[in-house]
């Protein structure tokens, strides 16, 4: 199976989940991880599984994820598996916004894609992280649920 994970990461710790997810899914499949900026919105029709990820500001994806988002080519992800993640404070306060992934999934589905996994999303501690402990752990489980629901 063709993966590819686009992401993009202001402080790092999207960076980090994006890499974890990668590891995780490797073993058995071939595996891309892309910026969202070295990504080609017309070329993803020729992977299996797509997977994109942001951090979350103002309970969306971050302004170059979103542009990438809109310049994927109408239904042009039809017959690719989706799913999305994000990272997020752990903050009622900052939930009441919404949160990246959610609307991350939307924008693939929109695109024609097949969403396979529920949005996740991954905590930091702070504004600039770190992740909180286990989350990586938790980015690789998630991941590795996503290829048993392919099967
Ligand atoms: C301008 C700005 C807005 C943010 N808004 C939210 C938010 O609405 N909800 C939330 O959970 N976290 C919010 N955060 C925290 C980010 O989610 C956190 O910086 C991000 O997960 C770190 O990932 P990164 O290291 O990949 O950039 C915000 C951070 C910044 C800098």
């Known amino acids: 199976m063709k993966a590819l994970i686009v992401y993009d990461s202001v402080y790092g710790n999207t960076e980090k989940i994006a890499k974890a997810i990668a590891e995780a899914i490797t073993p058995s499949n071939e595996v891309k991880v892309l910026r969202v900026g070295e990504a080609n919105p017309s070329e ?78 991954f905590f930091v501690t702070g504004g600039q992280g770190p992740l909180k402990e286990g989350e990586l752990e938790r980015a690789a489980g998630w991941a590795k649920g996503i290829l048993q629901s392919k099967k």
């Not at 942001?54 to 988002?69: E, M, N």
């Open 44 to 121: 993803l029709a020729s992977v299996n599984l797509l997977i994109v990820g942001s951090p979350t500001h103002a309970g969306r994806p971050i302004p170059v994820v979103q542009d990438f988002l809109n310049k994927v080519p109408e239904l042009s992800l039809k017959g690719v598996n989706v799913a999305a993640f994000d990272t997020r404070i752990s903050k009622k306060i900052v939930g009441m916004f919404g949160y990246a992934a959610g609307r991350i999934a939307g924008n693939l589905k929109k695109k024609g894609g097949t969403l396979i996994a529920s949005p996740e999303g």
